[in-house]
C-alpha cells in the first residue's frame, strides 16, 4: 500500500495528521489550479481551504478506492463549478478593482478589459472553457493527460484532442496578432 493510500484510509478514519499530510502536498497546486478559475486572491484562498475543511468534515464518507490527486482536484473543480454557479445567480460581475473586472460570459470567467493582459492570456480567453482547463491543468500545474481525463470526467483521448484544437487555436491568434 502507497503512502498515499495509507494516509487516504487514515483520513476517513478520522485521523488529522492525515489531513495535514494532504494539506501539505497538494495546497500548492490546488491553489495554482483554483487560481485560474476564480477572479481574485482571496476567494482561491477561500474556496481551497474550505475544500479541505469540507473533505475533513465529509471524511467518514469519503469512497475507500481511490486515485486520491485525481479525486482530490475533480472534487476541488466541483466545489468551484458549484461556487461560479452561485455568484453567477447573485450578480454577472463578479470582481473588480481598479485595474480589472471580471465578467461571467457564456460559463467563462473572463477579464472585460484585456488591454492589461498578456498576448498568451487573450489568446487563452478565447478558447473555449474546457480547452482553458486542460491548458491549465497540463501545463501550469503538470498534471499528466491521463490525470486531467479523471479530474475532468472526460475520455483520454477527448482531453489531447482539446488540448490540440486550443494550441492550433492559440498559434492562429498569435501569428494574427504579430502580424498586425
Known amino acids: 500500500m502507497t503512502e498515499q493510500l495509507q494516509k ?8 488529522q495528521s492525515a489531513l495535514e499530510f494532504f494539506f501539505r502536498c497538494y495546497y500548492p497546486e490546488m491553489y495554482r489550479y483554483a487560481s485560474g478559475l476564480l ?3 482571496a476567494s ?6 474550505q475544500f479541505f475543511l469540507s473533505l475533513w468534515e465529509k471524511h467518514e464518507q469519503l ?20 461556487e461560479l454557479r452561485r455568484r453567477q445567480r447573485s450578480r454577472i460581475v463578479l470582481w473588480e478593482n481598479n485595474d480589472h473586472r471580471f ?3 457564456s460559463g ?23 480547452q482553458q482547463e486542460i491548458i491549465f491543468l ?6 499528466p493527460y491521463p490525470e486531467i481525463a479523471e479530474i475532468m470526467g472526460m475520455r483520454y483521448q477527448s482531453v489531447r484532442n ?4 486550443g494550441f492550433k487555436k492559440i498559434k492562429v491568434i498569435l501569428k494574427k496578432d504579430h502580424l498586425a
Open 103 to 105: 465578467e461571467w460570459h
Open 39 to 41: 477572479p481574485d486572491e
Open 8 to 15: 487516504w484510509q487514515e483520513l476517513r478514519d478520522g485521523k
Open 44 to 49: 482561491v484562498q477561500d474556496q481551497v481551504q
Open 138 to 143: 497540463r501545463f501550469y500545474n503538470n498534471i
Open 108 to 130: 467563462m470567467l473572463m477579464p472585460s478589459d484585456y488591454s492589461s493582459d498578456t498576448a498568451i492570456r487573450e489568446a487563452l480567453h478565447l478558447l473555449s472553457p474546457t
Open 162 to 165: 482539446a488540448a490540440h484544437r
Open 63 to 82: 469512497p475507500a478506492q481511490v486515485k486520491v490527486k485525481s479525486y482530490l482536484f475533480q472534487s476541488l473543480r466541483f466545489s468551484i463549478i458549484d
